[in-house]
């Protein structure tokens, strides 16, 4: 097992707040997690891994997973008020709307499911 080295050592530089701010954009342009870490690469010329993000693709990813979300609400609110229409089930007229709409809440599940599968998908890729 590899042993993180201990940093017990501190350096303490002074940046004016343009030098600041030019760090803090090169740093939100890294895969870098945490400001110390991209700094200390920098300074040891490490290599510092960038990221490249689309604002279309992003502005996608975020409408989808609001889609998501409105879509996985929407079925539970179906899916609710059938359970709460089961309970009605013992008067006769309601049975065979029950029967209809039990078929129509299942395929409003599986799209609900293939939207959120594809959303998914959509995501792990970006």
């Known amino acids: 097992m590899k042993q993180k080295s201990k940093k017990d050592r501190w350096l303490h530089v002074r940046l004016s707040q343009d030098e600041y701010e030019e760090i803090k954009a090169q740093f939100n342009a890294t895969t870098c997690r945490k400001l110390s870490d991209f ?4 300074l040891l010329s490490q290599l510092i891994v960038g990221s490249y993000r689309s604002a ?14 409105e ?15 089961h309970t009605l089930s013992k008067i006769k007229e309601f049975e065979h709307w029950l ?8 395929a409003l599940v599986k799209q609900v499911e293939k939207a959120a599968e594809h959303i998914s998908k959509k995501a792990a890729e970006w």
């Open 71 to 85: 879509l996985s609400a929407a079925g539970n609110n179906f899916n609710q008020a059938v359970k709460k229409l």
């Open 99 to 106: 029967i209809s709409y039990e078929l129509d809440r299942r």
């Open 56 to 69: 279309s693709q992003d502005a996608m990813i975020e409408e989808l997973a609001t889609l998501k979300a």
């Open 39 to 42: 700094i200390r690469k920098k």
